[in-house]
């Protein structure tokens, strides 16, 4: 299979399984997702606040989120109009999980305001992969058009350098890159957007283990926690199953930390270095093959 693609369907799969794999870790600690489940390593039924409302397998927001970046593309590359009206359609299904930000911010594009909310949450950065996958070989565009993307709904410096983070590794990512020169590229790539997050992605380079960045960080909903955990996932770790179940059982944002560490990872290693058990039990996996086709066609092909 053409290279590009299995790096594209690994993106697009690998968010929505690490989706679904910390769904039911969601808000737990590390200690209560070991009482109530063990060790997460596959689909479980939610014991937490998706009880009796989620099945196994099934993904929350930062998937539809990614479904709505993804229907975003058409022939000149990503269109911000376009993801104003999929967010806002999405809204009108009343969606399961939707954060309190992205519920103002939609709320205000649908008065015709698009300055989004002063929010430094990560629910940008949880939706930005198949960004870093099409403008994988233009960091300028990447930057412009992810910033574009942010602001819309998480319009703070923090929201907007996190995103800029996952976006930025997730390109990294395609380009076969993965190590402390990484890092150190993106502390740069958002250093004129903020110093603080620029100086937290930077100390990944001194930390040895995801667990060292866990408790580092902490791996809340604030950007400034958990994405950095989650890029530490992957950085710290040496396929795409072990830093995947290291991160749905770290505690606090599961659900986002394996969507981001998933699109990450899942565009290092390709779709074939996950598990098969997953990517053939995910909820709506025709739709991921679908779009993560329709995707590399735009960027190769037409
Ligand atoms: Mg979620």
């Given at each position: 299979m053409d290279k590009m693609l299995e790096k594209f369907q690994g993106s697009i799969f690998g968010l929505a399984i690490g989706d679904a794999l910390g769904m039911p870790s969601e808000w737990l600690t590390?200690?209560?997702?070991?009482?109530?489940?063990?060790?997460?390593?596959?689909f479980l039924e939610p014991r937490n606040k998706f009880e009796g409302i989620l099945k196994a397998g099934t993904y929350t927001d930062d998937t539809d989120q990614m479904i709505a970046i993804l229907k975003s593309?058409?022939?000149?590359?990503?269109?911000?109009?376009?993801?104003?009206?999929?967010?806002?359609?999405?809204?009108?299904?009343?969606?399961?999980?939707?954060?309190?930000?992205?519920?103002?911010a939609i709320q205000k594009l649908?008065?015709?305001?698009?300055?989004?909310?002063?929010?430094?949450?990560?629910?940008?950065?949880?939706?930005?992969?198949?960004?870093?996958?099409?403008?994988?070989?233009?960091?300028?565009?990447?930057?412009?058009?992810t910033i574009e993307a942010t602001k819309l709904t998480h319009n703070?410096?923090?929201?907007?350098?996190?995103?800029?983070?996952?976006?930025?590794?997730?390109?990294?990512?395609?380009?076969?890159?993965k190590s402390e020169k990484s890092v150190e590229k993106c502390?740069?790539?958002?250093?004129?957007?903020?110093?603080?997050?620029?100086?937290?992605?930077?100390?990944?380079?001194?930390?040895?283990?995801?667990?060292?960045?866990?408790?580092?960080?902490?791996?809340?909903?604030?950007?400034?926690?958990?994405?950095?955990?989650?890029?530490s996932g992957f950085v710290l770790t040496n396929s795409f199953k072990e830093g995947m179940i290291s991160v749905v059982n770290a505690g606090g944002d599961t659900d986002s930390m394996g969507s981001m560490y998933g699109a990450i990872?899942?565009?290092?290693?390709g779709i074939k270095d996950i598990p098969n058990n997953w990517t053939f039990r995910i909820k709506d996996k025709e739709l991921f093959y679908e779009l993560s086709k329709k995707l590399h066609h735009l960027k190769f092909e037409k």
């Open positions: 590390s200690e209560e997702i070991k009482e109530k489940y063990g060790v997460i390593d596959d593309f058409d022939d000149s590359g990503f269109n911000n109009e376009i993801f104003i009206q999929e967010l806002i359609k999405w809204y009108k299904r009343n969606p399961i999980g939707i954060g309190s930000t992205s519920k103002k649908i008065e015709g305001d698009k300055t989004g909310c002063n929010s430094s949450s990560s629910g940008s950065a949880m939706r930005v992969g198949p960004l870093g996958l099409y403008y994988y070989d233009n960091y300028g565009k990447l930057k412009e058009t703070s410096p923090e929201a907007i350098a996190a995103a800029l983070s996952v976006a930025f590794f997730v390109a990294e990512s395609i380009n076969g890159e502390s740069k790539f958002i250093e004129d957007i903020s110093l603080t997050f620029s100086e937290k992605i930077m100390s990944i380079a001194n930390l040895s283990s995801p667990k060292e960045a866990y408790d580092f960080f902490k791996t809340g909903l604030d950007a400034t926690e958990c994405v950095p955990s989650a890029i990872s899942g565009a290092y290693y």
